[in-house]
């Protein structure tokens, strides 16, 4: 069939929608007709090489939409079922096997390798491929290839087109908190980076019932969207003295739990240094590789911890779901987040999220 896709041709490129042929799903795949994709940093960082993927590629991780077509072997959806699309395991290592896709062993390869296990593509731009399947997915087009694992079914009540960021943003936002973290009622958590992880982490925090939640970042908007997510204190992430004004917030305690959601390896150290005696700091923003960040050796003595965390050590066909019914609830509004935008407006979306415009932009696709 022929569909219509954001090509990045080279690395720094800008995106050029373009007709492409794609094939059809095969005995483990997933036909979807997108509704609505969300940008992502990590689409933009990977459109400008931060991760080597093969071009030219279609990015787009933050799928949603409704199922066309499926495989002889998918029995998880059916045609018309309203789905969310997350990112891509294997489903038989050791991780994959206890709860923990997110750390599978061939993670790499099915979420930025942008082929079929068996080496094969999607996508041909006349006699030529165009590299898919990325996060399993490729959304920005207007139909998707995904593998099974990747394709979460959600209420068909919930407004569709906007439910795409759970597939990432949101799903890592919030489950670093509820899940990878475990942040307990009454505890103190102080969030780096008020972008959609940020905010989501935020909202997160107030579902878990943290009683301080200070978040940390540049944009005045956006600190602006946290205090009315629930953020209690807010701070200049350019202060000269953002760990003093954060020890001051906690009452010098320090905090339980920090989050790093900007890659900054400045920010990581202030995250470090703001906790308290046995407290965590969950590591999630993506930094380019060989970045290295400088840590006083003796405050970790003290029971301080360092965790990394991917997606949220979420499990995306239990959390989606679960996040999806917060949000019916009223108690996730990760929607006051999104600035909607046309397909064809990618470039400007994109633009926008880079410039610190909007939190989260979502491309819309016509019916």
């Known amino acids: 069939m022929l569909i219509r896709a954001a090509v990045i041709d080279a690395p720094n490129n800008a995106f050029i929608i373009q007709e492409l042929a794609l094939e059809p799903p095969g005995p483990g795949e997933v036909l979807v007709r997108m509704a609505g994709t969300g940008v992502c940093h990590s689409d933009l960082i990977v459109r400008d090489a931060w991760y080597p993927v093969p071009f030219p590629v279609v990015l787009g991780h933050e799928g949603a939409g409704v199922v066309e077509a499926v495989g002889s072997e998918v029995t998880e959806v059916t045609p018309g079922d309203h789905v969310v699309l997350s990112f891509d395991s294997c489903g038989s290592c050791t991780r994959c096997r206890t709860g923990a896709p997110a750390y599978c062993a061939e993670f790499l390869t099915h979420n930025f390798g942008c082929d079929r296990p068996d080496g094969s593509v999607s996508l041909r731009r006349g006699p030529s491929r165009v590299n898919g399947f990325f996060f399993g997915q490729s959304s920005f087009a207007t139909h998707a290839l995904a593998p099974r694992r990747s394709v979460v079914k959600v ?119 703001v906790l308290h005696t046995r407290g965590t700091c969950g590591v999630i923003g993506a930094a380019r590789p060989g970045i290295e960040v400088a840590l006083e050796m003796s405050r970790l003595m003290f029971g301080r911890r360092l965790q990394g965390i991917v997606e949220g050590d979420s499990v995306p066909q239990v959390d989606i779901p679960l996040l999806a019914g917060l949000h019916q609830k009223g108690l996730l509004p990760f929607d006051r987040m999104i600035t909607t935008y046309p397909f064809e407006a990618i470039n400007e979306a994109a633009q926008d999220a880079t410039a610190g415009k909007c939190v989260k932009p979502v491309l819309l696709f016509q019916e």
């Open 155 to 273: 209420p068909a009540d919930l407004p569709l087109a906007l439910m795409g960021p759970l597939g990432c943003g949101v799903q890592t936002g919030t489950c670093a908190v509820l899940k990878a973290l475990r942040c307990e009622a009454g505890s103190r958590i102080a969030v780096f980076g008020s972008g959609s992880v940020g905010c989501s982490a935020v909202m997160a925090a107030v579902v878990a019932g943290c009683s301080t939640i200070a978040v940390v970042g540049r944009n005045k908007h956006r600190l602006r969207l946290a205090e009315e997510l629930g953020a209690t204190h807010v701070a200049d992430a350019g202060s000269a003295n953002v760990t003093e004004s954060l020890r001051s917030i906690s009452g010098g305690m320090g905090f339980d739990y920090s989050i790093e959601a900007t890659g900054d390896p400045g920010l990581l150290r202030a995250a470090v240094d």
